[in-house]
């Protein structure tokens, strides 16, 4: 299942809530298409998370809203359906909405899974966790002081994680800091019981300290049309909750 480093479209898929989406968010996707050399990021809120069958606070159209206004038009950030709620209501499932992304792709293209250091906290608990970074090469944005043994403790049962990556392809080397030194970027081998390998990408440093759960809660204990959380929302999505009553 491993996937080739090619020279067509390189495309990250960045799945969540978004609820709400917050300057966090852009902040790790602006650092991995710098990092990475991206084409695009695609942010795609996530219709029905398994590990939150509680279901997100505001409605998927809301979250799609406040997503598309997050990013405006930012060069190389979209908005992506791909995991929109199912007609069954079933859950999303992250290896099948990225195998679906993989096979649109062009053959020389390539795709990443970027996600959050919490997200990939939690990847022991996801519908075949262990499978993903071998469907598509994971990137993560790390907390400051992350270790390579910290790395391990998180990842799946059967999986292994080894020394750096020479450079390859596009992709910016290691020892570098990478865009003019504003983003640098650690790559590791990933490994499984199967022999299989995949390479593993680090953003170290990068995790910001805004909490979507903080915020919603910030929102419901404000009184006024102005609350402590516009510091960390993008203007128009602090504009929209007010507009809409979300999270009151």
Sequence with gaps: MNQPIGRGPRV??????F????LGHLAVARAARAALNLDSVLF???GAQPLKPQGSTARFADRLAMTRLAIGTEEGFAVSLADAPNPSGAPNYTLETLLRLRA???QEGVLFCLMGADSFAGLRGWHRGAEIPFVTPLVVASRPGER???????????L????????EGRQPDVSQPASSGEVEMRRYLLSNRAGEEA???????LEVGISASAIR????????SQTPVDAVLPEAVSAYIRAHGLYR
């Design 199 to 205: 390479p593993f990408y680090l953003l170290p440093g």
């Design 160 to 167: 292994g994680v080894g020394p750096v990556l020479e450079a």
């Design 217 to 224: 809660q910030q929102v419901r204990a404000a009184s006024g």
């Design 148 to 158: 390579l043994d910290d790395l391990r403790a998180a990842l799946p049962e059967g």
């Design 12 to 17: 990250a898929f960045f799945g969540g809530s």
């Design 19 to 22: 609820d709400p989406p917050h």
């Design 104 to 106: 649109e792709l062009p």
């Design 44 to 46: 795609a809120p996530v």
